[in-house]
């Protein structure tokens, strides 16, 4: 019996696209999720554990979790939807339990290739009801059975990392939201026009490093000044467009980072615009 491949769930694109906004697949946050695959693989005595997210054309590793001895090498990132057991895990809400492969409706017909003995998948489904993608857990050496205690709580611990998804999404949407405004405020009030000053003036806002002939065009505009102990501050012009632009309080109070962090940060919420 061949084995047959999952369908599309009925709302895939829009499933694909909630994918997309959370911005996380090659992304340098990954290693966030890898605390959940651990987890899981301590609770289950599981020997491997993966989690993915499938966009509209792959599924996507993002952290994963594996005994040594069965560790695969070169594990590949990205591997086809199409073929794989995984992507039937979309289509529910429930996991897909098969304790003994050879014997489960979805599995017993998959090319088996690197000789799973038992699959658990469960959904990663969002707070609009998509699902994002799923964590699966294998073994290699025996067949292994769960209580229901036991998958409960492995539920819970998905439920648990979709709801990291849903509040990252959110913050880095908000955060668009906040560059996007503050943009026009900036070009409202003042008569520079280019985004590079835009962005050094953020740095200035932060307390960041800038050049020199950054700093004189900041200064020229009254924004900021050179004070006593030689530094670059800004102005009562300056403080006042920071406070328009909401960033005083809402981001860059709330954020201590320094050098290439403070600059990796503000790089990438410039992207959003």
């Known amino acids: 019996m061949k084995f047959i491949s999952a369908k599309l769930p009925d709302n895939e694109e829009r499933r694909a696209e909630a994918v997309e906004r959370t911005g996380l697949i090659d992304s340098n946050q990954a290693s966030l999720f890898n605390i959940y695959c651990e987890l899981a693989k301590d609770i289950t005595g599981y020997e491997a554990v993966l989690f993915q997210l499938f966009d509209s054309k792959e599924r996507c590793y993002l952290a994963e979790s594996w005994s040594k001895e069965e560790k695969i090498k070169n594990l590949n990132t990205r591997r086809p939807k199409d073929g794989s057991v995984c992507s039937h895990v979309l289509l529910d809400t429930k996991p897909l339990i098969a304790f003994d492969v050879t014997k489960h409706e979805i599995t017993k017909t998959h090319n088996n290739e690197k000789g799973v003995k038992s699959y658990i998948g469960f959904p990663i489904i969002d707070k609009n009801n998509y699902a994002l993608g ?4 294998m073994t290699f050496s025996k067949i292994k059975e769960l209580s229901q205690d036991k998958i409960d709580l492995v539920e819970k611990l998905i439920k648990k990392a979709a709801h990291q998804i849903d509040l990252m999404s959110d913050q880095k949407q908000l955060t668009s939201d906040r560059l996007i405004n503050a943009l026009d405020i900036f070009n409202q009030e003042t008569s520079i026009k280019d985004m590079i000053f ?3 003036f953020i740095y200035a806002c932060n307390r960041m490093e800038i050049s020199k002939d950054f700093e004189e065009i900041l200064i020229e505009n009254n924004l900021c000044r050179i004070n006593a102990k030689s530094k670059l501050e ?10 328009k632009m909401g960033l005083h309080t809402k981001i860059m109070n709330n954020i201590t980072l320094e050098g290439k962090q403070a600059n990796d940060l503000i790089e990438g919420m410039l992207d959003e615009l």
Not at 134 to 137: G, I, L, P, S, T
Not at 234 to 243: F, N
């Open 134 to 137: 799923m964590v699966c857990m």
């Open 198 to 200: 835009f962005k050094n």
């Open 234 to 243: 800004l102005t009562d012009k300056g403080k006042k467009i920071q406070d």
